[in-house]
C-alpha cells in the first residue's frame, strides 16, 4: 500500500486530454512540493514535472501539473501514442522523519 | 555529460550481502544530495535511502532500515548501498538519482541511473 494514492490506470485517445490525480496527507503532500515521474516501457525513470508545476528543460509544455491542499494532478494535453507510460507521482513525508515517498503509479494507455 | 551508472547487482542467498556502487560523472558530484530508488519486479518504485553532499545525514525507508548502509566518497564521485540481511522482498532493480532543487522548492531526482538487478533466492 503506497503513502501516495493514484489510480492504477488511465487511458485516452489521440489528441485528448487527461489527468491523473494523486491523493496524500498534511505530512506529505500537504506540506511538501510533488514531482511527477514518467517510466517508459523498460527504462528508468525521468523527471517529468517538479515543485508541483515546473517542468524541466526537454519536458514538452503539453504536460503540466498542479497541487491543492493534499491532492496533486498531471495533465497531458494533446495525448501522444509516446506517452504511454507509467506515471508516479512523489513528495517528501515530514511525519517519516524526511523519507521519501511514491504513489503506486499510474499506467497510462493510449487508445 | 551526466551520468549515473549502477553496478554491483547480482544473484544472492537470503541472509546474504550485496554492496551496490553508483559512478557519477559529468557533474560536482560533492554538490548534491543523493538516492537510492528501488522497484520490485512488475511494482512501482519504492524510495530507500538518501545521503547528503557531505555524508552528514541520511535516512532510510522503515523497510531497509538497520540492514542497509547509504554512503559516498565524493574523492571516487561514487555512491555506495552496502546490503545486509537481504530478503526475498529485497529482490529489484535498484537506482540510483541525484537529488536537486533546495528547501524553498523542493527536492526531486532529475537524474537517474540505468539501475542495477538484485535477486535474492535460494
Known amino acids: 500500500q503506497s503513502v501516495l494514492t493514484q489510480p492504477p490506470s488511465a487511458s485516452g485517445t489521440p489528441g485528448q486530454r487527461v489527468t491523473i490525480s494523486c491523493s496524500g496527507s498534511?505530512?506529505?503532500?500537504?506540506?511538501?512540493?510533488v514531482n511527477w515521474y514518467q517510466q517508459l516501457p523498460g527504462t528508468a525513470p525521468k523527471l517529468l514535472i517538479y515543485?508541483?508545476?515546473q517542468r524541466p528543460s526537454g519536458v514538452p509544455d503539453r504536460f503540466s501539473g498542479s497541487k491543492s491542499g493534499t491532492s496533486a494532478s498531471l495533465a497531458i494535453s494533446g495525448l501522444q501514442s509516446e506517452d504511454e507510460a507509467d506515471y508516479y507521482c512523489a513528495a517528501w513525508d515530514d511525519s517519516l522523519n524526511g523519507q521519501g515517498v511514491f504513489g503506486g503509479g499510474t499506467k497510462l494507455t493510449v487508445l | 555529460q551526466v551520468q549515473l551508472v549502477e553496478s554491483g547487482g547480482g544473484l544472492v542467498k537470503p541472509g546474504g550481502s550485496l554492496r551496490l556502487s553508483c559512478a557519477a560523472s559529468?557533474?560536482?558530484?560533492?554538490?548534491?544530495?543523493m538516492s537510492w530508488i528501488r522497484q520490485a519486479p512488475g511494482k512501482g518504485l519504492e524510495w530507500v535511502s538518501y545521503?547528503?553532499?557531505?555524508?552528514?545525514?541520511?535516512n532510510y525507508a522503515d523497510s531497509v532500515k538497520g540492514r542497509f548502509t547509504i554512503s559516498r566518497d565524493n574523492a571516487k564521485n561514487s555512491l555506495y548501498l552496502q546490503m545486509n540481511s537481504l530478503r526475498a522482498e529485497d529482490t529489484a532493480v535498484y537506482y540510483c538519482?541525484?537529488?536537486?532543487?533546495?528547501?524553498?522548492?523542493?527536492?526531486?531526482?532529475?537524474?537517474w541511473g540505468k539501475g542495477t538487478t538484485v535477486t535474492v533466492s535460494s
Open positions: 498534511s505530512s506529505n503532500i500537504g506540506s511538501n512540493t
Open positions: 545521503i547528503s553532499s557531505s555524508s552528514s545525514y541520511t
Open positions: 538519482a541525484r537529488e536537486s532543487g533546495a528547501v524553498e522548492e523542493g527536492y526531486y531526482m532529475d537524474v
Open positions: 559529468g557533474f560536482t558530484f560533492s554538490d548534491y544530495y
Open positions: 515543485s508541483n508545476n
